[in-house]
T-cell receptor, first 111, second 118 residues
Framework: QKEVEQNSGPLSVPEGAIASLNCTYSDRGSQSFFWYRQYSGKSPELIMSIYSNGDKEDGRFTAQLNKASQYVSLLIRDSQPSDSATYLCALLRSGYSTLTFGKGTMLLVSP | GAVVSQHPSRVICKSGTSVKIECRSLDFQATTMFWYRQFPKQSLMLMATSNEGSKATYEQGVEKDKFLINHASLTLSTLTVTSAHPEDSSFYIC??????????????FGNGTRLTVT
């Protein structure tokens, strides 16, 4: 099993809908989880970070973490065409000082 | 917020030449900087971890003699791709952590350097 798994997509949603992006991981000792957004040809930018089980909301974004099931998700409400990008799930594994990234899920929001 | 500046943003060079990429933390001191490489439609792959004043730690499969990393100060790290070949063409991205932040603080990324070797 890969350390961080994401569906590559593309995930297509209409404008105004909720986009749900999922990520599973293999290392149960993983401590910190991050969602990055990456536009084509650009470097990643941090969207959300989450460290404990449950939901964390920031504007239109909600991160959800379930350590028992080893998954983390990102919900984007009222999706906009400008949200179209690749979303990278990243985590800090136990005993590591660097982040491990998933391959990302491409999101396409159609007007 | 924390800003990481990377230069150049784009470079085209001939095979066999060397290319230097700079990564600067503009408003914070970065004890650790990371260098990533990303091929088209692939994820970020960590190449090396650079600590100020010490030798870089390279990931398995990354040639340290080909990818020279210098982290001379708390705000500057450089990556030099020596004797570049077409297969080195990629998107190189640096990132840094703020020494004042906790160990699990998120990374701040530079804007990346698109390297094309002809």
């Amino acid at each position: 099993q890969k350390e961080v798994e994401q569906n590559s997509g593309p995930l297509s949603v209409p404008e105004g809908a909720i986009a749900s992006l999922n990520c599973t991981y293999s290392d149960r000792g993983s401590q910190s989880f991050f969602w990055y957004r990456q536009y084509s040809g650009k470097s990643p930018e941090l969207i959300m970070s989450i460290y404990s089980n449950g939901d964390k909301e920031d504007g239109r974004f909600t991160a959800q973490l379930n350590k028992a099931s080893q998954y983390v998700s990102l919900l984007i409400r009222d999706s906009q065409p400008s949200d179209s990008a690749t979303y990278l799930c990243a985590l800090l594994r136990s005993g590591y000082s660097t982040l491990t990234f998933g391959k990302g899920t491409m999101l396409l929001v159609s007007p | 917020g924390a800003v990481v500046s990377q230069h150049p943003s784009r470079v085209i060079c001939k095979s066999g030449t060397s290319v230097k990429i700079e990564c600067r933390s503009l408003d914070f001191q970065a004890t650790t900087m990371f260098w990533y490489r990303q091929f088209p439609k692939q994820s970020l792959m960590l190449m090396a971890t650079s600590n100020e004043g010490s030798k870089a730690t390279y990931e398995q499969g990354v040639e340290k003699d080909k990818f020279l990393i210098n982290h001379a100060s708390l705000t500057l790290s450089t990556l030099t791709v020596t004797s570049a070949h077409p297969e080195d063409s990629s998107f190189y991205i640096c990132s840094a952590t703020d020494r004042l932040s906790s160990y699990n603080s998120p990374l701040h990324f530079g804007n990346g350097t698109r390297l094309t070797v002809t």
